[in-house]
């Protein structure tokens, strides 16, 4: 999920001048119309093996439809500014969700780089402690599906990782349609801080 655009930039490597070996990625590289899968390597790495057989690919390595919808992808997210505009909605994230932050006293921590970012739920900011234990299931992750549920009931579909938020929206979310999922979830977030005993 670091890769194609996500983070702001084509790769999350690239916000700290890092220089891979290797990069393995997959769905995002054709937006996931179809599977494909790819590793891009230094040209040091491919020296090293390209004369040795390397039994990485099997029934759909190079799947000519996979391959063309990557081209097209690629194509299109330079196109339509699609990097771009992940790294501009990311700036407005990275304004707004710290604000989240002070209004809610159950999001313990705030995290994130373009439109990928996490909003840890706790229960006590000072101790840590969870809103909802790792793994958590029935009665325990109560306060988290209770959420979720109300966010759905408004529209705003969240994707929960027990006491985490992700909040990843489409790359080509508005800036209209971000501040409306962020007023939405500002509403819903006062379920967690229910539960907040600190």
């Known amino acids: 999920m670091a890769g194609w655009g996500r983070t702001g930039r084509w790769f999350a490597c690239e916000h700290w001048d890092v220089v891979p070996d290797m990069i393995t990625t997959a769905k995002g590289i054709n937006s996931g119309y179809v599977p494909l899968g790819a590793l891009t390597v230094r040209r040091h790495v491919y020296e090293a093996i390209k004369d040795r057989f390397f039994a990485g690919g099997l029934t759909y390595s190079g799947h000519p439809l996979a391959c063309a919808a990557a081209v097209a992808s690629i194509k ?22 710290p604000k989240l932050a002070e209004r809610h006293p159950s999001i313990g921590d705030v995290r994130g ?3 990928f970012w996490g909003l840890e739920l706790v229960r006590d900011r000072e101790t840590r402690e969870p809103l909802v234990p790792f793994n958590a299931g029935g009665e325990a992750a109560a306060p988290v599906a209770r959420l979720a549920k109300a966010a759905m009931e408004r529209g705003l579909y969240l994707f929960v990782h027990w006491n985490v938020i992700m909040v990843a929206p489409p790359l080509t979310i508005t800036r209209e349609e971000l501040d409306e999922g962020l007023t939405l979830l500002d509403d819903v977030l006062s379920i967690a801080d229910e539960y907040y005993s600190a």
């Open 76 to 97: 299109a997210f330079k196109e339509e500014g699609i990097v771009e505009n992940s790294a501009a909605m990311g700036e407005v994230l990275a304004e707004e969700l």
């Open 113 to 115: 780089l373009g439109l």
